[in-house]
């Protein structure tokens, strides 16, 4: 298909990122995945035949690389290693202590057949395919179960060719769950960097059940008017860093996920501490930083800073509903830049979708401590929707030095919430006017010097030197 972005957009980023001071990497919240050495083992994935024509199919290629390489788990693992081409392909497994290294002028392309997808059980925090009741669609990059992975190269690509997908789901035509760009289940010490990611069918990189990922210096694009084409979306995981990555999609950027309704519940396992830090991004039809809306098995210890959300619908949002059940507790959100955005923060307590009849319309979601702070707009239309439940109140939600240009008459739209404010321009509504200081400080969220120390000591521990 046809590339979507040019060279305007390519000098537009170049341009953010050269005029906003915090966009000059400092310090690392990721310990660094860029990495020059080699695993013990190395093979191109043209010794197994593969062409890269951009017609030829190289599934079986792939598939045979990696079931030679598997070899060489115990060994000090593999690489393998896909040089300058159009690499056509279907859905292939992934191994543990496996480098998938693309060069600069490799292009890896998802096949336009459903076919080359196979179709895969529904995850158990969702009891069945997120858009159809059926099953789903295998990701294009897929790996279960598996322990030191990383997908890697000098901003090789990997194209997802989406729109047959996105037409076949605008039409119904489908009968399965698209698939994803690239999913990793049940996996420990992912690392995915300095790559770009173009076009996923559906949500783009997707770990879930995971510990310990991080994703760094990624591109990811897609069609602004492209069907659920989420960016990043850490689902029922813990321990995720997110780090200097520009985002332009259909949907949210980032999305934090565990699970949907009586499924999520039952599953039962969050997504904890989920660092975001250096994100640039845009969209039209989703937000910035999202929580939810599938968010039943709860998400908690989210800290997110130095955010550039410019041209888009939505910065921050958490999406619930009556049914979720859950918990989104102790948010941290700081350092925020904000051009030409409708809403800025939003609560949104009545997203409609659950998966069956079988959902408990009495499982509330417990929404609290949600801090969000240091944040700068300009050209903003709503300043915030912030909606709780009627008997189920959101609390301790707390905004401090708040500064926002705003079209709207009305800037706040609240109701069914309890907080506080400090220094919040145009002044906010009334259930959060008492003040943050000096008696609520300690009712607001923020993440403590040791949780972040901590939360890098953890990280070095599980990585191996690549």
Request: net charge negative; charged share 20%.
């Amino acid at each position: 298909m046809k590339r979507s972005f040019g060279l305007v957009d390519v000098l537009l980023v170049l341009s953010i990122f050269s005029h906003i001071a915090w966009t000059v990497k400092s310090s690392s919240h990721c310990k660094q995945a860029v990495s020059r050495e080699i695993r013990p083992h190395s093979v191109a994935i043209t010794e197994f035949g593969a062409v890269g024509d951009g017609v030829t199919l190289n599934t079986k290629a792939f598939q045979n690389a990696i079931f030679y390489l598997n070899s060489f788990a115990d060994k000090g693992g593999a690489k393998l290693f896909v040089p300058a081409g159009r690499w056509l392909t279907g859905s292939f497994d992934l191994i543990s202590h496996l480098t998938l290294w693309l060069d600069k002028d490799a292009v890896i392309l998802g096949s336009n057949n459903s076919d080359d997808w196979p179709v895969v059980d529904p995850l158990p925090s969702y009891g069945r395919g997120r858009e159809l009741p059926s099953g789903r669609h295998r990701s294009l990059i897929y790996g279960r179960n598996l322990t030191d992975v990383i997908i890697t190269g000098e901003n090789g690509t990997i194209d997802g060719q989406g729109s047959v997908w996105w037409n076949w789901f605008r039409h119904e035509t489908l009968n399965y769950t698209r698939p994803h760009l690239v999913e990793l289940m049940n996996s420990t010490g992912v690392v995915i960097s300095n790559l770009t990611f173009l076009n996923s069918p559906f949500w783009t990189i997707h770990p879930v059940y995971c510990s310990h990922v991080i994703v760094q210096n990624v591109t990811i694009l897609a069609p602004l008017d492209s069907p659920n084409t989420d960016g990043i979306d850490p689902d029922s995981s813990d321990d995720v860093c997110i780090e200097d990555c520009y985002i332009s999609t259909g949907d949210d950027l980032i999305a934090i996920k565990s699970g949907w309704d009586e499924y999520g519940i039952s599953f039962a396992r969050p997504s904890t501490n989920i660092i975001i830090h250096r994100l640039i991004g845009h969209n039209r039809n989703g937000s910035g930083i999202a929580i939810g809306s599938e968010m039943s098995g709860g998400v908690s210890e989210v800290y997110a800073e130095s955010l550039y959300f410019y041209d888009s619908s939505t910065a921050i949002i958490i999406k619930t509903a009556r049914g979720r059940g859950g918990y989104v507790r102790n948010i941290y959100i700081s350092n925020v830049t904000l051009v030409g955005v409708d809403t800025a923060i939003w609560f949104d307590s009545n997203f409609p979708q659950h998966p069956d009849e079988l959902y408990d319309p009495n499982a509330l979601p417990v929404i609290e401590r949600i801090t969000v702070k240091d944040v700068v707009g300009d050209n903003i239309k709503v300043a915030g929707l912030l909606k709780g439940i009627e008997g189920d109140i959101f609390h301790h939600v707390c905004l401090l030095n708040i500064s926002l240009n705003v079209t709207a008459e009305s800037p706040w739209n609240c109701s069914y919430i309890q907080g506080y404010s400090a220094l919040v321009s145009p002044e906010t509504c009334e259930p959060l006017k008492e003040s943050v200081y000096p008696k609520h400080s300690s009712d607001c969220y923020h993440l403590s010097d040791h949780l972040r120390s901590s939360g890098n000591q953890n990280r070095g521990s599980w990585l191996l030197s690549w």
